[in-house]
C-alpha cells in the first residue's frame, strides 16, 4: 500500500496520488494509475467544492487511465477537469495561484510504468530541478537504459530525487521471475487442466478489479478461451483487451470476483454461482496469483506451488523485486531518493539504509557515466623555461620513417647563438634578426620525423636566400652532447669524399672551453668545434681562431675550401 502523502519537496504546489488534506491546495493533481491506494480523497466532497470554486485546476493522467476512471459513476464530475497526456511526449504545464497570479512553468513527461494499464512515472523539469515519480511500477533489469526521454546529450538526466515505489525493497523479495516466467508456467498448468475434458475449469482468483489483464489477454489467445470476468465496461474503449473477456459463464477460464469467494469454492462453485454444465458437474482449479506469499519462503520454490487438493499459488508481480529496484536506482543516480512504501516488517530507516548508498553525493554537479573509450590524462611538466610546454607527457606514436632527436632549425644570416652551459639555455637575437619564443632543453629531447629541411610546410621561419638553397639547404644545429646511443646523421652522409675525412675533433689541436666558442650569423646552424676536430697534416701551421672561424663558415654553406700547398679540394660540393 502506498504511504506517499502526495507532495515533493521540489514541487509542493503539485499533488500525485493523494487528494485530501494539505493536497487540497495543490495548483495541479496527477493520477499515476487506477488503484484505489492512490486515489484517496480523488470523490471527497471537499475535492469537489474546490473544484467548483476554481477554474485552473485539473488532474492529469494517460488517455487509459482517464477511459478506467470515469467508467465510474463516482469520478464522472471530473469529465470536464481531466487533461489527458501522450505517453513519452513532454508537455508544459502552467501552475497558476488563482489568489495571488503567481506562475510557474513545469515540463511534464509520462514514461511507461509497466505495474498495470495506464499505469505512468512522471518526470518533472522546472526551476527546482528534474524529479521522477515512480507510482507503482515493474521494470526489468536493464529496461531504464531503453527510455530515451529519460537521457539527454547521450547520457541519463541529472534527477535531483526519485519518488520510489519500495513495495518489494526487501532482500527476501531478491529476485521475482518475470512476468514471461510467470505466464509461462500458469500457462502450461491451465492448458493442462482445460485440455482434459469441457468440464474442466480454471478460476484465477485475483484480488484487484483490474491490473491482471496481461494475464488474461495472453491466456486467452494461446489458448482460444476467452476469460469470464464481472464487467465489461472499463475495457469499452479497449478492442485490444475486450476481445479477449467476455461475461458468458459458460466458458473455461473465470476470473470473476465475490466478497465470499473463497467459501464458495470451497463447495465447489464458482464467485458467478456455476456448479454445472449441462448438468454435468465442473471439475475446478483455482490458481492464485501473488508475490508476498513466495517471499515468506524460507526455500527457493518453483513458479508453481499446489497448496491444496485442488487449489495452487503462482508467482506473479506487479512491482520491481529488490534486485530490480537496485538495478534501476543504480542507473537512474539520483541525489536523493524517498521511498513511497514501507514494506512489512521494515521501517524507513531500514529502507533509506538500503537506498542511499546507490544515490551520488549531492556535491556532484553532473550524473557519472562511463565513457566510451579509454582517455589519457593531460599532465603538465614544469621546466626551468618560463615558456609553456606541450599539455601530453607521453611519447608521440611511432613513425614509420626514420627518427631523429628534436632539432631546432634556424635560418642561416637570421640568429646568432651563443654555446652556454647546459644549464643555463638561452638564446639571443641577433641584429634583424627575430627573438626566438622558447628554449629547447637537450634534457627533454622530443623525437619527431626525420623531414626535408626544404619542406613546403607552415611552420617554416622564413624562405632562405637563394644562394643557400642548393646543396644541403638550410642547415640544421645537432644537440650537443647526444647521447652516443642514439643513431644520429654523420657528416659523412653530406660529403662525397669520405676517405678526407676523420675524426675532427683534433682540427685545432685543442678542446676550446664551450663559452669561448662563437658562431657568426653565417654559420648559426653548424656545430661547436668541440664537436669534431681534423688532425694537423704534417708541415702545416696551427691555425688562427680567426682561419678556423672562416672555415666554418664555409663548411657550413657548402662552399669548396681550397689547400694552397696542396692545390686539391677537401670538400666537393
Not at 493536497?23 to 491506494?37: P, Q, T, V, W
Not at 456455476?274 to 454435468?280: A, E, M, P
Not at 599539455?391 to 637570421?414: A, C, G, I, N, S
Amino acid at each position: 500500500m502506498s504511504s506517499f502523502q502526495g507532495q515533493m519537496a521540489e514541487y509542493p504546489t503539485i499533488s500525485i496520488d493523494r487528494f485530501d488534506r494539505e493536497n487540497l491546495k495543490a495548483r495541479a493533481y496527477f493520477l499515476s494509475h487506477c488503484h484505489k491506494d492512490h486515489m484517496k480523497g480523488l470523490r471527497a466532497p471537499s475535492l469537489k467544492r474546490r473544484l467548483e470554486c476554481s477554474l485552473k485546476v485539473f488532474l492529469y493522467c494517460s488517455p487509459v487511465t482517464k477511459e478506467l476512471l470515469l467508467t465510474s459513476p463516482k469520478y464522472r464530475f471530473w469529465e470536464n477537469r481531466i487533461i489527458t497526456i501522450e505517453i513519452e511526449t513532454p508537455t508544459q504545464i502552467s501552475l497558476v495561484d488563482e489568489a495571488s497570479g503567481e506562475k510557474e512553468e513545469v515540463v511534464v513527461t509520462l514514461l511507461p510504468a509497466g505495474h498495470c494499464p495506464g499505469s505512468v512515472m512522471f518526470l518533472f523539469q522546472g526551476s527546482n530541478g528534474t524529479v521522477l515519480y515512480t507510482g507503482d511500477f515493474r521494470l526489468a533489469k536493464g529496461e531504464a537504459s531503453r527510455m530515451e526521454l529519460l537521457h539527454s546529450g547521450g547520457r541519463v538526466k541529472d534527477i535531483q530525487s526519485v519518488y520510489l515505489d519500495t513495495t518489494f525493497c526487501d532482500p527476501r523479495f531478491y529476485q521475482i521471475p518475470s512476468r514471461e516466467q510467470c505466464l509461462r508456467g500458469i500457462l502450461e498448468l491451465v492448458r493442462s487442466w482445460v485440455t482434459r475434458s469441457p468440464h474442466h475449469v480454471v478460476w484465477l482468483n485475483c484480488k484487484a478489479a483490474y491490473g491482471y489483464e496481461y494475464l488474461f489477454t495472453n491466456l486467452s489467445e494461446e489458448l482460444g478461451v476467452q476469460v469470464h470476468v464481472d464487467k465489461l465496461d472499463m475495457f469499452k474503449n479497449m478492442p485490444d483487451i475486450l476481445h479477449h473477456l467476455t461475461t458468458d459463464r459458460n466458458t473455461q477460464i473465470h476470473a470473476c470476483r465475490h466478497p465470499k469467494a473463497e467459501e464458495c469454492f470451497q463447495w465447489n462453485k464458482l464467485p458467478c454461482g456455476i456448479t454445472s454444465q449441462n448438468k454435468t458437474a465442473l471439475h475446478t482449479i483455482s490458481i492464485k496469483p501473488s508475490t508476498m506469499w513466495f517471499g515468506e519462503r524460507t526455500r527457493k520454490t518453483n513458479v508453481i506451488v499446489r497448496t491444496g487438493e485442488s487449489s495452487y499459488r503462482a508467482c506473479f508481480s506487479f512491482h520491481s523485486s529488490f534486485s530490480e529496484i537496485k538495478d534501476f536506482l543504480s542507473y537512474i543516480c539520483p541525489v536523493n531518493v524517498y521511498p513511497n512504501v514501507i514494506p512489512v516488517g521494515l521501517t524507513v530507516d531500514k529502507v533509506m539504509d538500503v537506498l542511499k548508498p546507490l544515490c551520488r553525493s549531492p556535491q556532484s554537479v553532473e550524473p557519472k557515466y562511463k565513457p566510451l573509450g579509454k582517455l589519457k590524462r593531460a599532465r603538465t611538466i614544469h621546466l626551468d623555461s618560463e615558456e609553456d610546454d606541450d599539455l601530453f607527457d607521453d611519447p608521440l606514436p611511432t613513425p614509420l620513417r626514420h627518427k631523429v632527436p628534436y632539432q631546432l632549425t634556424l635560418q642561416p644570416e637570421l640568429f646568432s647563438m651563443k654555446a652556454l652551459p647546459l644549464d643555463q639555455p638561452e638564446l639571443r637575437q641577433s641584429p634583424g634578426g627575430c627573438k626566438a619564443e622558447s628554449v629547447w632543453s637537450p634534457s627533454l629531447a622530443n623525437f619527431i620525423d626525420c623531414e626535408e629541411s626544404n619542406s613546403d610546410s607552415g611552420e617554416e621561419l622564413e624562405t632562405p636566400p637563394p644562394s643557400l638553397q642548393g646543396g644541403l639547404g638550410p642547415s640544421t644545429l645537432v644537440q650537443q652532447n647526444a647521447d652516443p646511443d642514439v643513431d644520429i646523421p654523420q657528416w659523412e652522409v653530406f660529403f662525397k669524399r669520405r676517405d678526407e675525412l676523420t675524426e675532427l675533433d683534433t682540427l685545432s689541436g685543442r678542446k676550446s672551453p664551450p663559452e669561448k666558442t662563437l658562431l657568426s650569423s653565417t654559420r648559426a646552424d653548424s656545430q661547436s668545434s668541440s664537436d669534431f676536430e681534423i688532425p694537423s697534416t704534417p708541415e702545416a701551421e696551427l691555425p688562427t681562431p680567426e682561419r678556423l672561424q672562416c672555415l666554418y663558415g664555409k663548411l657550413a654553406t657548402g662552399q669548396s675550401i681550397v689547400v694552397e700547398k696542396r692545390k686539391c679540394s677537401l670538400l666537393d660540393s
